[in-house]
C-alpha cells in the first residue's frame, strides 16, 4: 500500500536544470521524513538531500548544495528535487524514500523504510 513514485528524470546539458518528483500513495507526507538518493554506475547509493516532516528542516549532500534545493508539497504528497547547474557528476538513478519520524528535522544517515523504483538522470553532452 505504500508506494513512492518517481518521475522527472531525463537526458540534461551540463549546467542545465531537472526537477524530479516522488509521489507518494498510502500514507500521509505530514510523519514522513523523505530522501532523495541517487547511485550511479558503479557506486554505492549515495544521500543526495532530505526533508523533515514538517518540512521546515532540509539537508543536503556537499557535492549538491547550493545547487539543488528539495521541498514537499503535503497536500498533493509530492517531495520535489529542483537540481540546478547539473554536472556529469550528477548523472545516476535518483530514488526517494521515506522514514516515519515526530522529530522535526531529517537526516540521511539513517536507514530509510520505503523506496521508490527510481529515474535515470543523464546529464551529457
Known amino acids: 500500500q505504500l508506494q513512492l513514485v518517481e518521475s522527472g528524470g531525463g537526458l540534461v546539458q551540463p549546467g542545465g536544470s531537472l526537477r524530479v518528483s516522488c509521489a507518494v500513495s498510502?500514507?500521509?507526507?505530514?510523519?514522513?521524513?523523505i530522501g532523495w538518493f541517487r547511485q550511479a554506475p558503479g557506486k554505492e547509493r549515495e544521500g543526495v538531500s532530505c526533508?523533515?516532516?514538517?518540512?521546515?528542516?532540509?539537508n543536503y549532500a556537499d557535492s549538491v548544495k547550493g545547487r539543488f534545493t528539495i521541498s514537499r508539497d503535503n497536500a498533493k504528497n509530492t517531495v520535489y528535487l529542483q537540481m540546478n547547474s547539473l554536472k556529469p557528476e550528477d548523472t545516476g538513478i535518483y530514488y526517494c524514500?521515506?522514514?516515519?519520524?515526530?522529530?522535526?528535522?531529517?537526516?540521511?544517515?539513517?536507514?530509510?523504510?520505503?523506496w521508490g523504483q527510481g529515474t535515470q538522470v543523464t546529464v551529457s553532452s
Open positions: 524514500a521515506a522514514y516515519r519520524t515526530v522529530f522535526a528535522l531529517c537526516t540521511l544517515k539513517r536507514a530509510y523504510d520505503y
Open positions: 498510502g500514507f500521509t507526507l505530514d510523519y514522513y521524513a
Open positions: 526533508i523533515s516532516a514538517s518540512g521546515d528542516s532540509t
